[in-house]
């Protein structure tokens, strides 16, 4: 049980485009889901937090206007990077909490972005 | 500011040998504790945590130790094998804290058969 999804697994995308990762519960109902990026060799950096049904809680330093998050069930949650850039390649995972739980939280396997 | 941090960046031991994985972390809200192993391309997989009420909890060959008194928190693998070789992770969860983890650096940990 508590299986996270991902999709795409990896993306490679032109510089200026949009692209959206989903992230997906599957036996599982996540009223928090969490987005994180990740460099090479380095600990996950928590970009934002969602909750279904309202807006998500951006951390410092990213920018919402650019990493676009959508909650709009209790399994789905969406992350558009737009007009990507170089700089926004990186390996974006997403975890969800397990309702009910203190904070479970269950990783999916991860996006490989990258942008030429 | 706050952080939690890992003693060894590497580690490196023989297969069936037991491994140790240290963290020290400096919020004494703390309530709650993760280990988390990330193999090469992948997202972090849950081990085992450990809520601040406990200071010792086993799973399948492994143990997490927690100590309060020092903010040290410790990953013990019984009989490590190939397949343990990993990144692991210790995350904390500041009470009231909005459900955010905190993250370790990361230690990798490598098994020489």
């Known amino acids: 049980g508590a299986v996270v999804s991902q999709h795409p697994s990896w993306v490679i995308c032109k510089s200026g485009t949009s692209v959206k990762i989903e992230c997906r519960s599957l036996d599982f109902q996540a009223t928090t889901m969490f987005w994180y990026r990740q460099f090479p060799k380095q600990s996950l950096m928590l970009m934002a937090t969602s909750n279904e049904g309202s807006k998500a809680t951006y951390e410092q330093g990213v920018e919402k206007d650019k990493f676009l998050i959508n909650h709009a069930s209790l399994t789905l949650s969406t992350l558009t990077v737009t007009s990507a850039h170089p700089e926004d390649s990186s390996f974006y995972i997403c975890?969800?909490?397990?309702?009910?739980?203190?904070?479970?939280?269950?990783f999916g396997p991860g996006t490989r972005l990258t942008v030429l | 500011g706050e952080s939690v941090g890992l003693h060894l960046p590497t580690l490196s031991v023989q297969e069936g040998d037991n491994s140790i994985i240290n963290c020290a972390y400096s919020n004494s809200a703390s309530d709650y504790f993760i280990w988390y192993k990330q193999e090469s391309g992948k997202g972090p997989q849950f081990i085992i945590d450990?809520?601040?009420n406990m200071d010792k909890r086993q799973g399948q060959r492994v143990t997490v130790l927690l100590n309060k008194t020092v903010k040290h928190l410790s990953l013990q693998i019984a009989a490590t094998q190939p397949g343990d070789s990993a990144v692991y992770f210790c995350a904390e969860n500041i009470s009231g804290n909005n459900r955010k983890l905190i993250w370790g650096l990361g230690t990798s940990l490598a098994v020489n058969p």
């Open positions: 975890s969800a909490k397990l309702a009910g739980s203190y904070n479970e939280q269950f």
């Open positions: 450990i809520r601040s």
